[in-house]
Structure formats: structure tokens, C-alpha cells
């Protein structure tokens, strides 16, 4: 009679800072355990990239904070592609919101619902995209996804966290908007919010993310280059409609900390 033997298994771990670097790093592989988990595991990734936009928060408050006090507000990166009144309005509000709640609070409580939602948001929108062209996989498989593949932006928080720090100056020109033209237009102002997204942290994202649709997914390369590139396509056109209709309706600068 064979001897039954049992084989203690050990249980998944509640935080897994150990797959962070191999993320990055080595991608294939760690998104190969990740597939393997019956259980979400996107709590560590997410308390990164929290910590990483609430750092930035900090320093960007700070900065405005010395502006505010010595009676030089710090103008947002798009602001020469605002029209006469709405660089009046801006100005005007300015004075009006310089206290710790406009500083500190109100965008944070910003940075970190456009981190949540966002995850949330597309790692859905990814799941349904690369169903339609034939993924298996789960759904709590593409919100772990969206959430390891995120440590990028984590890294952006913290080196425009660090640049302002140096420089005790916002920056103003995030992403690729420096490329947009200079005009008050409709069309100019849209490019250059949709621009601003758009930088070497977005496509390590874009990367990351078709990397481990590719392996947890059973697709095809093109498939799941293609799944990616129209989930993010989605995602960035409509968040920088969001900033250029904020931008139209209150001349204030929008907070983007996803993309």
C-alpha cells in the first residue's frame, strides 16, 4: 500500500515587493506567476504607485505653496495655449485657491482616484478588448496586469518627484507637449493635453502590458500588440478630451497621474 504523502503548499503572499525589479526587469517570467494566481495580487504595485503620486503631490504643493506666498502663481504647462481670458481667469482663480485644501487635498483626493479608477477602468477595458480577439484569460488576470504593469508611472512620480525637488519649479512641459504648436485653438490645445501623456513611461507600459497579454492570454504577438495599442489608444484620446474640456471650462490644469 503506498504511503500517502502530503505536500505542504505554501500560501500566496498578501505583498509581493519581491516581484517589483523582476517586473521591470525580467517581465516574461514574473508575468508567467502572475498568470498562475487564482487570487488578485495587485495590491503591492498599487501601493507604489499611490506613494509615488502622493510624493509628487507633496512637492508639487509645496512649490506652489512658496509661489502663493510670495504672490507669483505658478502657471500650468499649457498655459500659453490659453486664450487672453481664460490666462485672466486662471489668474484670478489663482488668488482664489491658495490655500492648503486647493494645494494639498483637493489634488491628491485627484491623483489618487485617477490611479484607482484608471486601474480599474483599464484593466476592464483591456479584458474586454483582448476577448474579442480570442484571449482566455481571466478577468482578475488583466486587472493584476494593469496594476504590475503600471510600475513605470510609479517611476515617473518619483523622477518628476526628484526634478522638482532639484529645481523647486514645476514642470512645464510634460510628455511630448513641448512639441505641440503654440496656438489657442481648439485643435492646438487638445494636441498638446494629448501630447503630455505621452512619454517614455507610457510606452514601458504599453510593453509591459503586451508582454503579459501575449503569455496570459494565449495570443499572438500582433494580437496582443493590437489589444494594447487600442485599449491605450482609448484611454489616452479620452483623458486628454477630459483635460482639454477642463482646460476649456475652468482654465485649470488638470491633474494626470495614470498616464
Avoid: C
Avoid at 500566496?12 to 506567476?33: C, E, S, Y
Amino acid at each position: 500500500m503506498a504511503e500517502a504523502i502530503t505536500t505542504a503548499i505554501e500560501p500566496p503572499k498578501r505583498f509581493r515587493f519581491d516581484w517589483i525589479l523582476p517586473v521591470l526587469l525580467h517581465p516574461g517570467a514574473t508575468f508567467r506567476k502572475i498568470a498562475e494566481q487564482t487570487r488578485g495580487v495587485w495590491l503591492t504595485p498599487m501601493i507604489v504607485l499611490t506613494l509615488a503620486t502622493l510624493a509628487r503631490v507633496l512637492i508639487s504643493g509645496s512649490i506652489r505653496q512658496q509661489a502663493a506666498l510670495s504672490g507669483a502663481p505658478v502657471l500650468p504647462p499649457d498655459f500659453q495655449y490659453y486664450s487672453p481670458e481664460q490666462q485672466a481667469q486662471f489668474m484670478q482663480a489663482a488668488q482664489a485657491t491658495s490655500g492648503p485644501v486647493f494645494i494639498y487635498i483637493f489634488p491628491a483626493i485627484l491623483a489618487l482616484l485617477g490611479v484607482w479608477v484608471g486601474w480599474l477602468l483599464v484593466g476592464g477595458l483591456l479584458h474586454l478588448v483582448v476577448t474579442m480577439f480570442g484571449g482566455r484569460g481571466e478577468t482578475s488576470y488583466s486587472i493584476n496586469l494593469v496594476a504590475w504593469a503600471g510600475l513605470p508611472f510609479a517611476i515617473r512620480e518619483l523622477v518628476r518627484a526628484g526634478a522638482m525637488l532639484a529645481t523647486r519649479q514645476l514642470i512645464d512641459a510634460p510628455g511630448l507637449s513641448g512639441f505641440a504648436p503654440v496656438d489657442p485653438s481648439g485643435t492646438a490645445t487638445y494636441l498638446a493635453a494629448l501630447l503630455s501623456l505621452v512619454d517614455i513611461y507610457l510606452i514601458w507600459h504599453m510593453l509591459l502590458l503586451i508582454i503579459g497579454v501575449k503569455l496570459g492570454n494565449s495570443l499572438s504577438l500582433v494580437k496582443a500588440a493590437s489589444g494594447v495599442i487600442i485599449t491605450l489608444g482609448i484611454v489616452v484620446g479620452v483623458e486628454a478630451l477630459l483635460a482639454y474640456l477642463v482646460g476649456k471650462l475652468g482654465s485649470l490644469t488638470i491633474i494626470r497621474p495614470f498616464f
